[in-house]
């Protein structure tokens, strides 16, 4: 139902990311959300209805839609970014998109 | 403060099932739905089902169906998961979130209960 990629992209601090989620058929981007996770910690919601922030979110992150694809932008990375993060449309995940230190 | 704490760590014999808890506070338990989602070592995220607390109205993946039952105890505010028929697969992180009831993102985390299955 979702795809991302890349699997895994290799960035330093202060690049700029995007993420791409494809659905496989047309959707409201009104159900798509973008998670973070850390290991050891609990998912962490960035953005939901394709384009709107979570409380308490950096403006570093932003989403955007086209289509059946769907982006999240890193605007530049911090060292707390690093990262896997995943897109989700009802109760279907993506595969999830590391970002790690290069 | 709001938030959902889940039962502690289990450990189970392939075959048997696990009931994992979570309790919601303030307004958490009436206004929202409530998933579970499962993460086994080294792979991604996977929705499990979820509860409309106030109706007491449960769906399922469809990978679970059969399996899975999830239910809601509205005096206590809490939510339950229980699994049956439990393979080595099953082992995994599992968490309970706050959800939307219409546009399903989830905004609010347990810590995760983690149940490991072995003979």
């Known amino acids: 139902v979702l795809t991302q990629s890349p699997g895994t992209l290799s960035l330093s601090p202060g690049e700029r990311v995007t993420l791409s989620c494809r659905a496989s058929?047309?959707?409201?981007?009104?159900?798509l959300s973008w998670y973070q996770k850390k290991p050891g910690q609990p998912p962490r919601l960035l953005i939901y209805g394709a384009f709107s922030r979570a409380t308490g979110i950096p403006d570093r992150f932003s989403g955007s839609a086209s289509g059946t694809d769907f982006t999240l932008t890193i605007s530049s990375l911090e060292p707390e970014d690093f990262a896997v993060y995943y897109c989700q449309l009802y109760g279907f995940f993506g595969g999830g998109t590391k970002v790690e230190i290069k | 403060q709001v938030q959902l704490v889940q039962s502690g760590a289990e450990v189970q014999k392939p075959g048997a099932s696990v009931k994992v808890s979570c309790k919601a506070s303030g307004d958490t338990f009436n206004s929202y739905t409530i998933s579970w989602v499962r993460q086994a070592p080294g792979q991604g995220l996977e929705w499990m089902g979820r509860i409309i607390p106030l109706s007491n109205t449960p769906n399922h993946a469809q990978k679970f169906q059969g399996r899975v039952s999830i239910s809601a105890d509205e005096s206590t505010k809490t939510v339950y998961m229980e699994l049956s028929s439990l393979t080595s697969n099953d082992t995994a992180i599992y968490y309970c979130a706050r959800c939307d009831r219409t546009n399903w993102h989830c905004d609010l985390w347990g810590r995760g209960t983690l149940v490991s299955v072995s003979s």
């Open positions: 058929h047309s959707v409201s981007s009104y159900f």
